[in-house]
Structures are given as structure tokens and as C-alpha cells.
């Protein structure tokens, strides 16, 4: 037994190993960190230094300022609320529906369907965006429609507005919604709810109690990469809002283009920064961050 342990590998050895292991590691995925520094890193942090300097390069605090006494960024950030939470909550409804009928099909005939929950991101957002403006403005194929069967006698005022905007990033974000619902709700066994079946519960009492509290990784996920993509949504809103609806890419993008003030625009720009990781650092309190981006269920 000695001359066995004595051949053997001991800790101070095996400890080497590891510690070569770690730097080898680390040496094979040091160019992919350099490339997430230079292309991500870089950028926020040279977005937080404009934030605090004014036009002369001078330290300062008044674009933060700013955005307290101005009124105006007040409305906007209340308006990227709004309608990300108008487009997170009809998202839940018709992605739960949606992935709840995928998840009864069977594997082959959901995976076909599937496809069409895909297709759109095959597309530009830009070229989605423009179709929804076609078929939405006064002369548009739905008002052409609606007119035609009676369904109203003049034009509906369904583009340049909210409704237009909410319409538009409904369809934009659904599949994100869909995508996690889905693979939650195919994690979710089946003996459950036949198991609840058969102790007497009905198909309502079913959902409630079992199937719904199983989803809920998929639909906390969902939801939270839904509300995230929303509160940075600057084509659609410029596009279908034509200019009434500005959200808080649309008003940085103004600061920038319009009055080349880069200091507020970075500093808005910050503070959305700052929102969004505090949103995912409150879900990763109630969830895993892996759940949180679809990688379980």
C-alpha cells in the first residue's frame, strides 16, 4: 500500500495540474475575451466617461442633471415603460397560448410550425416594420378591408400612434416569448397531469395547479427577455410612431443626430444600461440566468 501511494500522484502534483489546466484554458479563450472587451467593454466604457464630461472635456454632472429637470426625458422613459410592459403583457397571452398548442402536437408536426414562429427572424426588422406600415395606414389593406365588409365607415387611425407602435413590436418580440415558453413547457412531464387527472381534479384545477406553476420558468424567461428587447427598441417606434411615439433609443438618437449633445445622449444612455441590468439582476434572484436566456427548462 505504500509503494502504491508512494507511485501515485500526490497533492502538491495534482495541484500543479489543476492550476496548469486553468492557465491553459484561460490562454484558449483569451482571444474571444479580447474581442468582447474591444467590442463591448470599450464602447460602455467609453459611453460612461462621456456621460460625466461636458463639450470641453471637463468633469461634470449636469447631463445627469439634466435629465431630472427636463420634463421631457421624464415622458420618454414613462412612454418605453408603457409600451414595453403593453408588449410584454400581450406577448404573454398570445405566446402562451400559441406555445401551450405547440407543446400537444406532436414532435414532428410542432417542429413544422415552428418554422413559422422562426420565419420572422429570417427577416429585417426594418423590412417587418415597413409591411406592418402598408398594411396599417389609412389606405392600407386592413382599413381597405374593414371598410369594404362594414365593419367601419372611414379609415381607423391604426399607424402613427401607440396602437400602431404596440402592434408592430407585438409581432417583433412574440417569438422570443414563444421560443422559452416552449421548451419549458415540453420539459414538463406528463404524468403530472395525468396523475392530477386522476385524483379527481378537473382540466381547469389541472392548469392552475400543475401545469401553469411547471411553465413558469419559461414564462418568467420570456417575459423578462421580452421587457429587455422592448426598452431598447429604437426601429419600430420610429417607423410606426412616426415621430409621436419616442421611446429611449429614439431619444438618444435624437439628442445625437439632431443637437450633437453626445453628454446627455450618454448619460440616457447609461441609465438605460443601468435599468436593464438591474431588471436582470432582480430575475436572477427568482431565476437561474441560463433559465432566464431559454438554456432550461
Given amino acids: 500500500m505504500k509503494a502504491l501511494a508512494a507511485e501515485g500522484p500526490n497533492a502538491t502534483e495534482l495541484g500543479r495540474d489543476a492550476r496548469s489546466e486553468r492557465w491553459m484554458l484561460f490562454g484558449l479563450s483569451l482571444p474571444a475575451l479580447l474581442l468582447v472587451g474591444l467590442v463591448v467593454v470599450l464602447p460602455i466604457a467609453w459611453l460612461f ?39 410584454t403583457a400581450m406577448c404573454i397571452v398570445l405566446g402562451y397560448a400559441l406555445a401551450y398548442l405547440l407543446a ?35 389606405d392600407g389593406l386592413i382599413n381597405v378591408i374593414g371598410e369594404h365588409l362594414g365593419f367601419w365607415q372611414k379609415p381607423l387611425a391604426l399607424v402613427y400612434n401607440m396602437e400602431g407602435t404596440v402592434v408592430g413590436l407585438v409581432h417583433i418580440m412574440l417569438p422570443f416569448m414563444v421560443l422559452p415558453l416552449y421548451n419549458s413547457m415540453r420539459a414538463i412531464d406528463r404524468d403530472y397531469v395525468r396523475g392530477a387527472a386522476n385524483l ?9 395547479h400543475v401545469y401553469l406553476p411547471l411553465s413558469r420558468p419559461g414564462l418568467f424567461a420570456g417575459g423578462t427577455i421580452t421587457f429587455i428587447l422592448c426598452l431598447g427598441s429604437y426601429v419600430t417606434p420610429a417607423v410606426l410612431g412616426g415621430g409621436k411615439i419616442v421611446m429611449a ?48 427548462a
Fill in 249 to 296: 433609443a429614439n431619444g438618444i438618437a435624437g439628442d445625437v443626430e439632431l443637437y450633437f449633445s453626445w453628454g446627455p445622449a450618454s448619460a440616457f444612455g447609461v441609465v438605460l444600461l443601468v435599468i436593464t441590468l438591474t431588471i436582470l439582476f432582480t430575475a436572477s434572484r427568482f431565476a437561474r440566468l441560463d433559465r432566464i436566456f431559454g438554456g432550461g
Fill in 200 to 208: 379527481g381534479a378537473g382540466p381547469i384545477q389541472v392548469f392552475w
Fill in 104 to 138: 400537444q402536437l406532436p414532435r414532428r408536426v410542432a417542429g413544422v410550425l415552428m418554422l413559422g414562429v422562426l420565419m420572422p427572424f429570417w427577416t429585417s426588422i426594418l423590412v417587418r416594420t415597413y409591411a406592418w406600415l402598408v398594411l396599417l395606414q389609412r
Fill in 49 to 87: 466617461l462621456l456621460s460625466f464630461q461636458t463639450e470641453g472635456g471637463a468633469f461634470t454632472l449636469a447631463n445627469y442633471q439634466r435629465l431630472i429637470d427636463q420634463p421631457s426625458y421624464r415622458r420618454i422613459l414613462a412612454m418605453t415603460f408603457e409600451i414595453s410592459l403593453t408588449v
